[in-house]
């Protein structure tokens, strides 16, 4: 696992080396109709600890669906509140489920080191979350075994969607990545798969009349372990996501 995480930083930096000067080129030559969209302003007044960890308290209550009575621990969320980006994943897997954390497996290492490479942050720069806040289990007796993990079904997301919509309200990030299939057909409301939604900005609607939020979908780092040709995909939605956190700036 090292080797095979050290070997896509590897990549990955000489990537980012050989695709700077060919972004830069590209964004100056792109018409004014592809530009990259609008920053949102940054959220103003004060973070919402309070809030945020009330709606904690209520997501590790919770027994809304199936998925609260089996987990080991709730995975609400980890990073700032006032995040500028927030990743979103599908659900936590066996170590998220142990150590109630999102993304702290083999999936989760590579995540960080793509923030550190490319953004140039830190998992507590970030705000990291996922559609679902509890284990989906093939076998729900059986938490302790590995190979367990299966998608949320319709009923589960629906459950636990306002949960995620309410971190969101809360962080009002200046942009979202989803990362998978999973995230990105439930934010956009789309049947689309990732393959056709990666690289192409959209926009999540918050509700209640607030402004939308910009969202890159991009594949999840699970996939790039599984099929390494993802990796340059990848480091190109990334740098577009870069290149507008930096008109923030």
Known sequence: MRDELAGAARDLAAYIKALDDTLVGAASARPAAEAAPAPLPPPSGPAAPADMQSLA???????KCGLGVSRLNAVFGVGTFRARIVFVGEGPGFQEDHQGEPF???????LDKIMETVLGL??????????VKCHPMKNPADPESRGNDRPPTPDEIAAC???LDAQLGFIRPACIVTLGSVPTKVL???????????????????????????????YH???LLRNPNLKRDTWEDMKMVKAFLGTLE
Request: positive net charge; hydrophobic residues 30%; charged residues 25%.
């Open 104 to 110: 702290v497996g083999r999936s989760g290492q590579l």
């Open 188 to 218: 956009l409301s789309t049947d689309k798969g990732i393959s056709l939604m990666r690289g192409k900005w959209a926009d999540y609607s918050p509700g209640n009349g607030a402004e939308p939020i910009k969202l890159m979908p991009t």
């Open 221 to 223: 780092p699970a996939a």
């Open 161 to 163: 969607r306002p949960y």
């Open 57 to 63: 308290e209520q997501v590790r209550n919770c027994r």
């Open 122 to 131: 830190k998992r507590r720069d970030v705000y990291i979350a996922n559609i």
